[in-house]
């Protein structure tokens, strides 16, 4: 070993000449390479199935929340003054529109039989620009929705159910009023005119919108109260501070959320992409584990070399400081390596599964993968992989570095 090719700090550069003199200890080499490519397809693959679930999820929560309400404000009697001051609602932060409602959980007829969907009495000149419902119809059906025009905008699904569409008449049933005859009780019901219909994503949807007016005259919902102020959030998963600042300000508030139809579908998401983040994660304890093995071979390989240097002055915590940076340096240049294929991959995703022929997404009719890259996510994932592969290689350090050097040159 030249001294004069060496620099300061010792212990980084004889670590930083151990690790890429691969000449006399080929196979701890080898297997050095077997992990740091193991941990290279462990961090990549991490980094990419993580991005997906976060695309998934907030696509899902992009359109199935848009077909519900994030949250509801009303009463215990499911009824609340339309009058009712919201200036101390909007100002709630997150909050970034409110709008009254009347709703009822009716039937609806058409010349394919009879489906259950949620009417929701909307006046439209209140109802935001951004809704997805809102853009996917056109402003225009939405400006059409005027009081006794007895029109409806209908999802795309439930019409296709019903074998009917636009501009066709639609029989809706409601039995919260409802009318004694001489033939006995029968529900309140009206046809209305489908003047819009709306998609979001292909998700299924069951709600309807009609004027507010149109719906109070069908359901017959005392004049001046509306079911409730419909209110949407900048984050619906939010909505759970939401909730605790609506109760600060009026107790006798109550708010319904969209958890109570989507929760748990959201809940199993999230679980979901947890596990497959701790399943990847083992790819990369795996190769992790191997280095610990390699760099203790390594070891047992340089017990005379270990002896030299500490007859020569190198302290233990030196000598540990050799064998640290030669262990983790398979791991920081397989994280580095893993964080560039991995943000590769998630970037020319759609491409690289259509070569290989098993992009299913578009296959179903879909534009493209939803993805998404959180760069704290892929921040964490990094440093604790890196912090992992300092971790490790403690144990072997601290055997290379309490060899005693007159056992060791014992027998040379």
Known sequence: MSVLKLFRPLSLSIGLRYAFASSNHRFATFIALLSMIGIMLGVAALIVVVSVMNGLEGELKDRLLSSIPHAVITTDRDMIAQDYDLSRIRDIKGVVAVAPQITDDVMIQGRNGIYGVSLFGIDPADYPDFDLVRASTGTKSFKSLVPRSFEIIVGWDVLDRLKNNVDDELRIISASYVKYTPFGRVPSQRLFTVNGAYSVGGMSSGMILGNIEDVRRLTHMQQGMVSGFRVWLDD?????????????????????????????????????????????????????????????????????????????????????????????????????????????????????????????????????????????????????????????????????????????????
């Open 236 to 412: 619906p998963f939010e909505v759970g501070s939401f909730i605790e600042e609506v109760g600060r300000i009026d107790p006798k508030l109550t708010v319904k959320d969209w958890r109570v139809e989507l929760g748990e579908f959201f809940q199993s998401v999230a679980m979901e992409r947890i596990m497959m983040g701790l399943m990847l994660a083992l790819i990369i304890m795996v190769a992790i584990f191997n280095m610990l093995s390699s760099l203790a071979m390594v070891v047992s390989s340089k017990v005379p070399e270990i002896a030299v240097m500490r007859t020569m002055g190198m302290s233990q915590s030196a000598i540990m400081k050799v064998f640290i940076v030669e262990g983790a340096i398979s791991g920081i240049i397989g994280s580095v390596m893993g964080l560039i294929l991995g943000l590769i991959c998630v970037a020319y995703l759609d491409s690289i599964l259509n070569v290989l022929g098993i992009n299913l997404y578009i296959a179903a009719g879909g534009v493209g993968i939803p993805v998404q890259v959180k760069g704290l996510q892929v921040l964490m994932v990094l440093l604790v992989t890196i912090a992992l592969s300092f971790a490790i290689t403690i144990y072997p350090s601290v055997r290379a570095a309490r060899q005693s050097p007159v056992e060791s040159l014992r027998y040379e």
